[in-house]
């Protein structure tokens, strides 16, 4: 099951969060730091117009997130203004391959589309491709100043 994360969630996404971190990107974050970007993502859920963090849960306990919005100059990454962007995605490992990422990723483009987004992006590095152009994405050239990855983009279907 996919649903909108709750305040109720915050210590499950907080160690998800730093365990993306610490795993998938090598950077741990200290406790308070930690507890201080979730806080603020939080926060920013409630006054960021069109920004989204849906959880995956199974046997009531989240297991991934997807990070997503509209880009807007309200947002703090507006690479794309009007488009649809996935921020950060993560599945624990233990759950990886069995479907969660790809139902978080359709889930937030189906949200995305349906606001009438041009176009999704996002920015990956070259081990997550596969993912990404099994979805739908596509590799361009253009690599993310802020991030140094590469950016993927997919147009939106519309019905």
């Known amino acids: 099951m996919i649903r909108p994360y709750e305040d109720s969630d915050f210590d499950a996404f907080r160690t998800m969060f730093g365990d993306y971190f610490a ?8 406790e308070a730091d930690l507890t201080k970007v979730c806080t603020d993502i939080a926060r920013d859920l409630r006054v960021v117009p069109q920004l989204f963090l849906d959880l995956a849960v199974v046997d009531g306990a989240p ?7 509209v880009d807007s100059p309200a947002s703090d990454w507006c690479e794309r203004e009007g488009w649809g962007m996935v921020r950060e995605l993560y599945v624990v490992p233990a759950r990886r391959r069995q479907g969660h990422g790809r139902a978080l990723a359709a889930h937030a483009a189906d949200v995305l589309t349906a606001l009438g987004v ?9 081990a997550a491709e596969a993912f990404w152009t099994a979805l739908g994405y ?22």
């Open 23 to 30: 795993n998938d990107f090598q950077m741990p974050l200290s």
């Open 63 to 69: 297991v991934g997130f997807i990070a997503y919005q």
């Open 118 to 126: 041009p176009g999704l992006y996002l920015t990956g590095d070259d």
């Open 138 to 159: 596509r590799p361009t050239a253009q690599i993310c100043a802020r991030n140094d990855c590469r950016i993927y983009v997919r147009e939106t279907i519309r019905a």
